[in-house]
């Protein structure tokens, strides 16, 4: 299982043998090469406005052709279709310059949780309507 190579191995962690519970309502992505998966993550709701992207983990053997950076954007595609206006993740120290290029936004601090450090990022991917100008709002040149 991917995940179990690329995260819970490498974070020194008990390897999952089936879905947690708690993902039961999560939808989760894959990318595949012929039968292998070789990229996944998850969304998980917060609340309405709020979409957590949980699990990225792509092949080690297929990192750099960006199968990652496709699959993030395709998860925020399916995010805005379902109505989430912002995306949270925690992403590990190595993968913080990925996120960035993908314009999300670090919070300022960031954590230790065992042997990973780790710093928590947002994207807007929705304006809400009460942001939205009345300028923007004219149609068909009408002042």
Known sequence: ?????????????????EAPIEE?????????????VVGTLLLHPVSNAFVQIKQVAIEPLTQGKSLGKNLMIYAEEIAERLGFSTIFLTG????????EKLAY?????EYQEDQLILKIFKKEIRQPLSRITTKEMKTNGRQ
């Open 92 to 99: 590990r120290k190595q993968a913080w310059g990925f996120y």
């Open 24 to 36: 039961k309502q999560d939808i989760h992505l894959v990318v595949r090469q012929g039968d292998e």
């Open 105 to 109: 936004q670090e919070l300022p601090y």
């Open 1 to 17: 299982m991917l995940r179990n190579r690329v995260l819970k191995e490498s974070a020194g962690k008990a390897y999952l043998f």
